[in-house]
């Protein structure tokens, strides 16, 4: 195996962002950092994943997209091919090339901070201060696996859940959670730490569920959690489904996330666009009654209950 990461490089126009951005996911990024194409290309002027409610302004982006270690150019090459087929794309012009682990690490670790969600809710990198030693703060390492907070679709989630702590430490005390494309873990950890008697964290990249089980055990839940590919659900039932994918398997997996959880339990999607919601809410709405909707930077969230 390879000991250095494949990245994908291209430059789009600000109206191109979001749909390169979803072909980068679809041919197998594990994650896709954003930088002003008039900077150098030094890594550390990367913008990891925008910070929640920053607008973007730039004319020309630079978009990256990292591919696991043991990919080959020839498959990354392929794979781009095959979803820019699938979603409609020309394939623009790109550029693959090798990014060694330190940096990479380094780039993240100068870009995250520590981020609250709610009112007692806490990111915190493991090197920096907890901010508030009353509050509920996760020690989070996220690797090279898509999950820091940072991004408007995982800290909509976040925010979902640090919102309850207004009343509670514990707000999901005695429930039981699945955290649908986990990547970094963060949305289970954040529900065992708020109280969640077990919880489930899969997904379907190898990566994740390595970032998953590190960060886990970094934060003391390992015993409640279980990691693994989607099959390890097998007819589990809980209370709280987290999905913060994307659209297409959103649609795709609806009977079955649905079927995951108990009547009166609480579905949360998230990873789509606002123009997606409508679509989404037609095809989950035989088994679930929605609420209100949350928009955050053209990104919604989408939070219903079982019937």
């Not at 679809?26 to 030094?42: F, I, K, N, Y």
């Not at 919880?199 to 934060?219: G, K, P, S, Y």
């Given at each position: 195996?390879?000991?250095?990461?494949?990245?994908?490089?291209?430059?789009?126009?600000?109206?191109?962002?979001?749909?390169?951005?979803?072909w980068?996911?679809?041919?197998?990024?594990?994650?896709?950092?954003?930088?002003?194409?008039?900077?150098?290309?030094?890594?550390?002027?990367?913008?990891l994943?925008?910070?929640?409610?920053?607008?973007?302004l730039?004319?020309?982006?630079?978009l990256?997209?990292?591919?696991?270690?043991?990919?080959?150019?020839?498959q990354?090459q392929?794979?781009?091919?095959?979803?820019?087929?699938?979603?409609?794309?020309?394939?623009p012009?790109?550029?693959?090339?090798?990014l060694?682990?330190?940096?990479?690490?380094r780039?993240?670790m100068?870009?995250?901070?520590?981020?609250?969600f709610?009112?007692?809710?806490?990111?915190?990198?493991?090197?920096?201060a907890?901010?508030?030693?009353?509050?509920?703060?996760?020690?989070?390492?996220?690797g090279?696996a898509?999950?820091?907070?940072t991004?408007a679709?995982?800290?909509?989630?976040?925010?979902?859940?640090?919102?309850?702590?207004?009343?509670?430490?514990?707000?999901?005390?005695?429930?039981?959670?699945?955290?649908y494309?986990?990547?970094?873990?963060?949305?289970?950890i954040?529900?065992?730490?708020l109280?969640?008697?077990?919880?489930?964290?899969?997904?379907?990249?190898?990566?994740?569920?390595?970032a998953?089980?590190?960060?886990?055990?970094?934060?003391?839940?390992?015993?409640?959690i279980?990691?693994?590919?989607?099959?390890?659900?097998?007819?589990?039932?809980?209370?709280v489904?987290?999905?913060?994918?994307?659209?297409?398997?959103?649609?795709?997996?609806?009977?079955?996330?649905?079927?995951?959880?108990?009547?009166?339990?609480s579905?949360?999607?998230?990873g789509?666009?606002?123009?997606?919601?409508e679509?989404?809410?037609?095809?989950?709405?035989?088994?679930?009654?929605?609420?209100?909707?949350?928009?955050?930077?053209?990104?919604?969230?989408?939070?219903?209950?079982?019937?």
């Amino acid at each position: 195996m390879s000991e250095d990461w494949l990245e994908v490089t291209l430059q789009a126009k600000q109206q191109d962002v979001e749909a390169l951005e979803d072909w980068l996911f679809e041919s197998g990024a594990l994650s896709v950092t954003l930088r002003d194409s008039e900077d150098d290309d030094d890594i550390a002027h990367a913008v990891l994943e925008p910070v929640p409610g920053e607008v973007r302004l730039w004319d020309e982006v630079t978009l990256v997209g990292l591919f696991a270690q043991d990919s080959t150019p020839e498959q990354v090459q392929n794979a781009l091919y095959l979803a820019a087929a699938m979603t409609g794309l020309s394939v623009p012009v790109h550029r693959i090339s090798k990014l060694g682990d330190r940096e990479w690490e380094r780039a993240w670790m100068d870009n995250f901070k520590p981020m609250q969600f709610g009112d007692r809710l806490w990111i915190c990198p493991t090197e920096q201060a907890a901010p508030d030693s009353d509050a509920v703060t996760i020690r989070l390492d996220p690797g090279l696996a898509f999950g820091t907070g940072t991004h408007a679709t995982t800290a909509q989630c976040l925010a979902w859940m640090g919102d309850k702590t207004k009343e509670s430490l514990t707000p999901f005390k005695g429930q039981s959670v699945i955290d649908y494309g986990c990547g970094s873990g963060v949305l289970a950890i954040a529900a065992l730490m708020l109280g969640a008697s077990e919880a489930w964290a899969v997904d379907i990249d190898e990566q994740a569920i390595l970032a998953t089980r590190t960060n886990a055990a970094q934060n003391s839940v390992v015993e409640n959690i279980k990691v693994g590919q989607p099959d390890i659900l097998g007819s589990v039932q809980v209370d709280v489904l987290l999905a913060n994918i994307l659209f297409k398997p959103l649609m795709s997996l609806a009977d079955n996330l649905a079927q995951k959880v108990k009547p009166g339990g609480s579905l949360v999607l998230s990873g789509i666009l606002e123009e997606q919601m409508e679509p989404l809410r037609l095809r989950y709405n035989d088994n679930f009654e929605f609420a209100q909707n949350q928009v955050q930077d053209g990104w919604a969230l989408m939070t219903a209950v079982r019937r």
